[in-house]
């Protein structure tokens, strides 16, 4: 946990069971998997102690190239990326005719939920990374088929399982946020997935000590 007097809180969601790349960070949080356990997580934090940003750290899927729209470019597995906006791509109705999301059922916001320009800016500069959209989803695309259709229906380059909804939080509080990711697999066919949840986790935690270290974040 963290104490009152904090800066930045380096928020993260498990890759596997016990597991942080944080290292001795004293201002950390782990969130959970998904968008209900880490609103809760969240939620519960920052009604105690309200820190002065929200560094979200986690593992990714990167949408390949064949799912995504036209002019967008796949980041590769093992590649650091910084996510600048999130929607909810799969809150929603299927129908026989499409699906409709919450914002068209004029039920709840789907997004884009923007992180915070200036501290993605100074995380960029440390770790030349590239900036892309993001997906968050609640069943990760493990097919083609559905791959695509989030590819196409958010025009992410990325999905995560926690984005969205940390961001809402943060805004909801007033809190700056940003986010850093590593890809760890494609999406879709998951015998094509090229899986390195190792690799994205030792960049993922190296990154995080370089951030750190050149003292950008407040």
């Given at each position: 946990?963290?104490?009152?007097?904090?800066?930045?809180?380096?928020?993260?969601?498990?890759?596997?069971?016990?597991?942080?790349?944080?290292?001795?960070?004293?201002?950390?949080?782990?969130?959970?998997?998904?968008?209900?356990?880490?609103?809760?997580?969240?939620?519960?934090?920052?009604?105690?102690?309200?820190?002065?940003?929200?560094?979200?750290?986690?593992?990714?899927?990167?949408?390949?190239?064949?799912?995504?729209?036209?002019?967008?470019?796949?980041?590769?597995?093992?590649?650091?990326?910084?996510?600048?906006?999130?929607?909810?791509?799969?809150?929603?109705?299927?129908?026989?005719?499409?699906?409709?999301?919450?914002?068209?059922?004029?039920?709840?916001?789907?997004?884009?939920?923007?992180?915070?320009?200036?501290?993605?800016?100074?995380?960029?500069?440390?770790?030349?990374?590239?900036?892309?959209?993001?997906?968050?989803?609640?069943?990760?695309?493990?097919?083609?088929?559905?791959?695509?259709a989030y590819a196409l229906r958010s025009g992410a380059q990325v999905e995560t399982m926690e984005g969205a909804a940390v961001a809402m939080v943060c805004r909801r509080f007033e809190?700056?946020?940003?986010?850093?990711?590593?890809?760890?697999?494609?999406?879709?066919?998951?015998?094509?997935?090229?899986?390195?949840?190792?690799?994205?986790?030792?960049?993922?935690?190296?990154?995080?000590?370089r951030v750190l270290a050149a003292g950008v974040l407040p």
């Amino acid at each position: 946990m963290y104490s009152a007097a904090m800066a930045t809180l380096i928020a993260y969601a498990v890759a596997r069971e016990g597991e942080s790349v944080v290292g001795k960070h004293p201002h950390t949080l782990e969130l959970g998997v998904g968008k209900i356990a880490a609103t809760l997580s969240l939620t519960l934090a920052l009604t105690k102690h309200r820190p002065d940003a929200v560094l979200l750290i986690g593992v990714c899927g990167g949408y390949p190239d064949r799912h995504l729209r036209a002019g967008l470019s796949a980041v590769d597995v093992g590649d650091l990326c910084l996510v600048t906006s999130e929607v909810t791509v799969d809150a929603g109705v299927l129908t026989s005719d499409g699906f409709l999301d919450l914002a068209q059922l004029h039920l709840g916001d789907i997004g884009p939920f923007a992180s915070d320009a200036a501290l993605t800016g100074k995380l960029a500069a440390v770790l030349d990374c590239p900036l892309v959209t993001g997906a968050t989803v609640s069943t990760g695309a493990g097919a083609d088929a559905l791959s695509q259709a989030y590819a196409l229906r958010s025009g992410a380059q990325v999905e995560t399982m926690e984005g969205a909804a940390v961001a809402m939080v943060c805004r909801r509080f007033e809190v700056p946020f940003v986010q850093l990711r590593a890809v760890s697999n494609r999406t879709g066919d998951r015998n094509l997935g090229v899986w390195d949840l190792d690799g994205a986790l030792v960049r993922l935690g190296g990154a995080v000590e370089r951030v750190l270290a050149a003292g950008v974040l407040p």
